[in-house]
Structure formats: structure tokens, C-alpha cells
């Protein structure tokens, strides 16, 4: 089997190598391109917006029994997204099991 890459963690002084495992991914929320409003377009603030249900993330590292690989970008279900802290720093989780597909251009 590959190698599994690994995500430095920078902290202060020390890098940590997160490495998940247990079939779990870490993941970053995906850039969303925003396209300008025109000029009858109503504007909502973001408070009245209902919250997604589905969130689109850039796979940043992979357990080593996963079928991702970093850099695919996934669909998943928002409640399940695990935020754990470690040294301060939020490092997102999720097992590869929830992931509903993976988005390619």
C-alpha cells in the first residue's frame, strides 16, 4: 500500500503530522466562487439564509484504508463533519463513509 500523506500542522514552534486513521478523512471547506449580483437581484444576509445541508471539502489527508486521496473534493453531509482541537488549531474529520460522492470538473 502507498504511503499515506500526511498534513504538517504548524504550531508555534513545533509541527505535529495529523495523520488520520480508522477510515477517517481530513478535510477543508472548498473555495465557492460568489458570482456578482446583477442589478434586480435581491441580496439576502447571511442570517436569513437557511444553513447547507451539504458542505463541498478539499480532502487535505486519508487513513490509510480509505479510497480518497487528498486533493479529491467531496460532498458531505454538514452535521456530520467532526471538528476536533488540537493545540488551538480546528482540524476537520469525517470517515469516508458519509461521503455522499466525489466532485471532479
Same mark, same amino acid.
Given at each position: 500500500?502507498?504511503? *499515506?500523506?500526511?498534513?504538517?500542522? =504548524?504550531? #508555534? !514552534?513545533? @509541527?505535529? /503530522? %495529523? %495523520?488520520?486513521?480508522? /477510515?477517517? @478523512?481530513?478535510?477543508?471547506?472548498? !473555495? ?5 449580483? &446583477? +442589478? ?10 437557511? +444553513? ?5 471539502? !478539499?480532502? %487535505?489527508?486519508?487513513?490509510? =484504508?480509505?479510497?480518497?486521496? +487528498? &486533493? =479529491?473534493?467531496?460532498? @458531505? ?6 471538528? *476536533?482541537?488540537? !493545540? #488551538?488549531?480546528? @482540524? ?10 466525489? *466532485?471532479?470538473?
Amino acid at each position: 500500500m502507498p504511503a *499515506v500523506p500526511a498534513k504538517l500542522l =504548524d504550531i #508555534g !514552534e513545533n @509541527i505535529m /503530522k %495529523i %495523520i488520520p486513521t480508522n /477510515k477517517r @478523512i481530513q478535510v477543508k471547506l472548498c !473555495e465557492v466562487e460568489i458570482k456578482e449580483a &446583477g +442589478p434586480r437581484a435581491f441580496i439576502l444576509p447571511e442570517t436569513a439564509q437557511p +444553513p447547507s445541508e451539504h458542505l463541498m471539502m !478539499e480532502v %487535505i489527508s486519508v487513513a490509510a =484504508d480509505c479510497q480518497t486521496v +487528498p &486533493g =479529491d473534493k467531496v460532498v @458531505i453531509p454538514a452535521h456530520l463533519l467532526e471538528t *476536533v482541537n488540537v !493545540e #488551538g488549531k480546528e @482540524i476537520k474529520l469525517i470517515s469516508e463513509n458519509y461521503v455522499l460522492c466525489i *466532485v471532479s470538473e
